[in-house]
């Protein structure tokens, strides 16, 4: 009987602790919602934002500044190289671990960012997949140099068209990593997905922010010219000798490659950089809609209404 109202104790002490994830499209203003919600609840940011891993990326990321950084302290911001081996089964266990730390002082920890499948590694948990001989990738990524990132999804689609329609096929990483799984395993790489994952010891509660699509993709454009006005020309020249690591083919870099290649004009890649930051947005909300549990707000809400709202959710939870 003693034991049992222990553990009860115990249950419940872990469950007062509260993980508030701040998610959106990129440039709806997540990055000034997370600092405002740690001032308030006096606590500290995880980023979940895998862009912003990476210390060479600043700029093109729109990482938070210096300024941003001294007014709460966050965590997975440039702490690692584009040259390191990372991916989201370290962050999740790196991620959780530091959320085990901020939890023996903190009942709420904020976590802000825009890539779906990091905050769901540190909400829900990943998917297991079994491992796959390195050999596997190897010949895939010799594909894609030989024949191409088209010739590699049109494999995806006949192998696993789950996960054709599912994926963000544009993404050569995540394509071939759908595909080694498929060549590795001789099942479908969707098959490994939706299993059942272990529970956390913490409560989320996730916010979005939204606008209507004009909005959104007007922000999206005036933060791209604020890049170039800021310096992501010369930040990306800089890379260029790294330019075939995977880390860099992403939006704001791989298209001032070409230019810097002398494939494309300035002016030309710059458009493409809006036009690949939109349908980037656009895969966002297309993620996140996916979770019928997040408290939607408009970009432009007052603060303390926000703040209000999450205080009312903790307390409902509490109940």
Request: charged share 25%; glycine share 2%.
């Given at each position: 009987?003693?034991?049992?109202?222990?553990?009860?104790?115990?249950?419940?002490?872990?469950m007062t602790k509260y993980l508030i994830s701040v998610i959106g499209p990129t440039a709806i203003g997540k990055t000034a919602l997370s600092i405002k919600l740690a001032q308030y609840y006096k606590?500290?940011?995880?980023?979940?934002?895998?862009?912003?891993?990476?210390?060479?990326?600043?700029?093109?990321?729109?990482?938070?500044?210096a300024e941003d950084l001294k007014k709460v302290r966050h965590h997975f911001i440039h702490h690692k190289s584009i040259h390191d081996d990372y991916n989201v089964g370290s962050?999740?266990?790196?991620?959780?671990?530091?959320l085990e730390n901020l939890f023996k002082h903190r009942d709420v920890v904020v976590m802000v960012g825009g890539s779906g499948l990091y905050i769901d590694a540190v909400t829900k948990g990943l998917d297991y997949f079994p491992d796959i001989a390195p050999e596997?990738?190897?010949?895939?990524?010799?594909?894609?140099?030989t024949e191409g990132l088209e010739h590699l999804q049109n494999r995806l689609k006949a192998l696993d068209p789950a996960t054709y329609t599912s994926i963000a096929l544009d993404n050569p990483h995540r394509v071939i990593r759908a595909l080694e799984v498929c060549l590795g395993t001789g099942?479908?790489?969707?098959?490994?997905?939706?299993?059942?994952?272990?529970?956390?010891?913490?409560?989320?509660?996730t916010i979005g922010l939204q606008a209507d699509?004009?909005?959104?993709?007007?922000?999206?454009?005036r933060r791209v010219d604020m890049m170039v006005a800021s310096g992501l020309l010369d930040e990306v020249r800089?890379?260029?000798?790294?330019?075939?690591?995977?880390?860099?083919?992403?939006?704001?870099?791989k298209e001032l490659f070409r230019y810097f290649n002398g494939e494309w004009s300035l002016d030309f890649a710059i458009s493409e950089i809006k036009k690949n930051s939109r349908r980037y947005a656009k895969?966002?909300?297309?993620?996140?809609?996916?979770?019928?549990?997040?408290?939607?707000?408009?970009?432009?809400?007052?603060?303390?209404?926000?703040?209000?709202?999450v205080d009312g959710l903790i307390n409902k939870t509490k109940n």
């Open positions: 009987m003693m034991q049992n109202i222990a553990l009860n104790v115990v249950a419940n002490y872990i606590t500290e940011i995880i980023s979940a934002d895998s862009r912003q891993f990476f210390k060479e990326l600043s700029i093109g990321t729109a990482a938070p500044t962050f999740e266990k790196e991620a959780l671990q530091c596997v990738r190897d010949s895939l990524n010799y594909e894609l140099e099942k479908p790489y969707s098959s490994f997905l939706n299993k059942a994952k272990d529970q956390r010891d913490f409560k989320t509660l699509r004009d909005t959104i993709y007007n922000r999206i454009n800089n890379l260029l000798p790294h330019q075939d690591l995977n880390a860099l083919n992403t939006v704001g870099y895969r966002q909300l297309t993620w996140f809609r996916k979770n019928p549990h997040i408290v939607w707000f408009n970009h432009s809400s007052d603060f303390d209404d926000i703040a209000a709202a």
